[in-house]
């Protein structure tokens, strides 16, 4: 009995203790999908998930959860409030698709939040203060120990907000980090709904910077906003994640604490996909989820005759089949030259079969309507340019694009072609669009005319009525 106390306190000297583990579960960009596709996703899948984990956790947001379904447009985003309050989410920072209600609509829905909303970034205007129904950060108790959760809001508001403004986010979270840090805790996390996607031409977009000056200070950041998914990247020993979005995945971060001395000596993610034959269904959020569910949208409006990905299907090109497919209805019906057509307005891929209401509001939820202008080549090369990195955001019909990037992510070695022919920086060229590009500060005081009464979705729902659709041929954009 004595030798086995001695190898034991030996062992003890030579490893560290076993240490308290904490996790964090986090969700990004959930736009109101609240039911599974395809035996994925969903907060009932979310929820079931949640019920099998054995070590104290919180479940975070990174914001854009109020619209993007038929099922949030009708409720102005409280049905999703509802969702996440059953499911048990502790807090949310705030995307700019809260805001898609305007001022009147954000605050009846954020009021009925459950959960801290947290955005040290927003100011009322007439107070210079955080609203009510706002904090800077938050202070958990997971596992006995504390955990500062600080949030930051996106600062480009879907509509314009006349109540509100934001501040510089860095200054925004060095204050409220001082305060969170009065009390002690032993995990810090930021919330936002930014990405570190955002890396640009050399830069690191503000997340990044927020490692390189705090680290040790701050361990976790979880982002979103640019639909995109990072697992287990460091910068500076900080801990990025981000989990993609629509609910069809959550990232499990888990954190290991010293026990003698409360500090964090180990980080990871996993993205966990939300399959239902795996995580199972919680019948409560369910049965929750389905009295918003409108049944009329299931009726069949026509058929895909094959799989039209949103995404691109060869390395080097950047366009896709189902954006250039819409961006073609759209030239055809501008009668333009070119049509410009925004590739994160494109919310899923088309998968062959039957095209239903609900997958044409899935798809493209947004009103926006057909806009016609007149823009010289050098306005349009230089607007291209702009949209090529860090990841493609717009496709064009009518246009041939090529184009290489430099070692530090600048665009080089443009060409862009119309007709075959290069595009003249002083030839006056006729695009359509949509009228949310229209209103681009990329585009500000030009003449811009309506070209008609018909939405982007009205387009696509008539082309499904019209003919089996299939994808057309991709390659419009070419990164060499």
């Not at 016609?372 to 493609?392: C, D, V």
Request: proline fraction near 4%; include cysteine; aromatic fraction near 10%.
């Amino acid at each position: 009995m004595k030798k086995s106390f001695i190898i034991l306190f030996l062992l003890t000297l030579v490893f560290p203790l076993f240490g308290k583990t904490l996790v964090f579960y986090h969700t990004s960009d959930a736009h109101g999908f609240f039911y599974p596709q395809k035996g994925v996703g969903g907060y009932a899948a979310l929820a079931a998930l949640l019920e099998q984990e054995k070590n104290p956790f919180l479940l975070l947001d990174s914001g854009d959860f109020a619209n993007g379904t038929e099922e949030t447009k009708k409720t102005k985003g409280l049905a999703a409030v509802e969702l996440m309050n059953a499911v048990g989410y502790q807090a949310a920072t705030i995307g700019n698709h809260e805001f898609d209600f305007k001022d009147e609509g954000l605050v009846p829905m954020l009021k009925k939040a459950k959960f801290s909303v947290l955005a040290a970034n927003l100011r009322e205007k007439k107070t210079d203060h955080l609203p009510s129904w706002a904090k800077a950060y938050e202070i958990f108790e997971v596992g006995g120990e504390k955990v500062a959760v600080i949030g930051l809001a996106n600062r480009h508001p879907t509509k314009a907000t006349k109540q509100y403004y934001f501040t510089k986010p860095l200054a925004a979270f060095a204050s409220a980090l001082q305060q969170a840090e009065k009390e002690n805790p032993s995990v810090v996390v930021v919330l936002a709904h930014d990405s570190l996607a955002d890396y640009r031409n050399g830069i690191l977009p503000y997340l990044g910077n927020l490692a390189k000056k705090y680290s040790g200070r701050v361990h976790v950041i979880l982002g979103g906003h640019a639909h995109k998914i990072f697992q287990n990247e460091f910068i500076n020993g900080v801990l990025f994640a981000e989990s993609g979005c629509y609910l069809k995945n959550v990232t499990k971060i888990t954190v290991e604490l010293n026990d003698e001395t409360g500090k964090v000596v180990s980080l990871s993610s996993q993205l966990i996909p939300l399959q239902i034959s795996q995580t199972g269904t919680d019948l409560k959020i369910a049965t929750l989820a389905d009295r918003y569910k409108d049944m009329a949208l299931e009726t069949v409006i026509g058929t895909a005759g094959a799989d039209i990905s949103q995404n691109p299907v060869r390395k080097t090109e950047k366009d896709s089949p189902l954006d250039d497919w819409i961006s073609d209805l759209g030239r055809r019906y501008t009668q333009t030259e070119i049509f410009i057509h925004n590739t994160g307005g494109t919310r899923i891929s088309l998968e062959k079969g039957p095209i239903t209401q609900r997958t044409l509001i899935d798809l493209f939820p947004f009103e926006d309507k057909m806009v016609r202008m007149e823009i010289t080549g050098e306005q349009l090369k230089k607007f291209i340019r702009s949209g090529l990195t860090p990841w493609n955001k717009y496709v064009y019909s009518g246009l041939q694009i090529s184009y290489s990037v430099s070692k530090k992510g600048f665009v080089k070695d443009l060409q862009v072609l119309l007709n075959g022919q290069p595009i003249e920086n002083k030839k006056t060229y006729t695009v359509g669009t949509n009228s949310y590009i229209a209103k681009l500060r990329a585009f500000a005081g030009v003449d811009k005319k309506s070209a008609g009464d018909k939405s982007v979705r009205q387009l696509v729902a008539e082309a499904f009525q019209e003919a089996v659709v299939y994808p057309p041929d991709t390659g419009r954009i070419i990164l060499k």
